[in-house]
């Protein structure tokens, strides 16, 4: 009974999620349009399969995958896997994240994998405190960052990373993951609606390479439609309204 409960907890959870959220890649086979950083062969994708990833930078525009990327070496690597936020991370914070990956080396129980998400907020002091334990493979860290890491990022430390870097993806790209959303019945819309190719075009055009935005505006259009068995739930003009109430939210910020 508990166990039921629990599931019925996780899935309407699951689904209070916003869209962008929800439909995050959880396999390297489902990550689209970034082929050069991790399509077959490449050396951050072997080094993923092998679980043997050293310290590496995402760098690149918002929407393009970098926390994705993480949460997927997250799912499938057998390391410890800690995530934080460079906002609201300080020294502290970092020297008991540090002490206890020490403790479970100690303790035989392999690395830690860090992943620090706007790692450019760090400051020199921060950044410092990581550097000797990345430099001995008591942590292996992960940044992320829209900025350019060779003025963000203090030399020492990013002599120690892998930069890789994520391009804008493709329209073709963004038109791929809005199907996918619409179609998946499982942390998508099920096919509860259909999209002209055109409307899936203006959304992939608008959001200029950012995955996260056209899932947003994709997540906006649906909630204009005619509720399931009301109506004719195809998206059309929709969409052209919701890019327009996107550009003004762009416009305001």
């Given amino acids: 009974m508990e166990s039921l409960f629990s599931n019925l907890f996780e899935s309407e959870q699951r689904q209070t999620k916003p869209l962008a959220d929800r439909m995050r890649p959880e396999r390297l086979s ?19 399969e092998r679980d043997m990833l050293q310290s590496v ?6 929407g393009t995958g970098k926390t994705t ?28 994240l540090i002490a206890k990956a020490q403790e479970e080396q100690r303790r035989g129980m392999g690395r ?3 992943f620090i ?18 430099e001995n493979g008591t942590i292996v860290l992960i ?33 791929q993951i809005l199907q996918r959303a619409i179609a998946d019945s499982e942390r998508g819309f099920g096919g509860s609606f259909t999209a002209a190719p055109e409307a899936l075009r203006i959304i992939a055009d608008f959001a200029a390479g950012d995955a996260r935005g056209a899932l947003n505006i994709l997540e ?6 005619p509720a399931p068995g009301e109506g004719n739930r195809v ?16 416009d305001d910020k």
Wanted: with cysteine; glycine share 6%.
């Fill in 117 to 134: 998400d706007e790692i450019h907020r760090f400051n020199k002091a921060q950044q410092d405190v990581l550097l000797p334990y990345v």
């Fill in 220 to 225: 906006q259009a649906e909630f204009m439609l």
């Fill in 57 to 62: 930078l995402f760098y690149g525009p918002p």
């Fill in 143 to 175: 940044g992320a960052t829209t900025e350019n890491p060779f003025f963000e990022i203090n030399s020492p430390l990013l002599s120690r990373m892998k930069v890789v870097r994520l391009e804008k993806l493709q329209p073709q790209h963004i038109q």
């Fill in 69 to 96: 990327l993480a949460q997927v070496i997250a799912h499938v690597t057998g390391e410890q896997f800690v995530s934080i936020n460079a906002v609201s991370s300080g020294v502290p914070e970092l020297r008991k």
């Fill in 235 to 250: 998206l059309t003009f929709v969409v052209q309204r919701c890019v327009f109430v996107s550009a003004m939210q762009r």
């Fill in 30 to 48: 489902d990550f689209v349009g970034q082929e050069k950083a991790v399509g077959k062969g490449s050396p951050l994708r072997r080094m993923i």
């Fill in 112 to 114: 830690t994998i860090v």
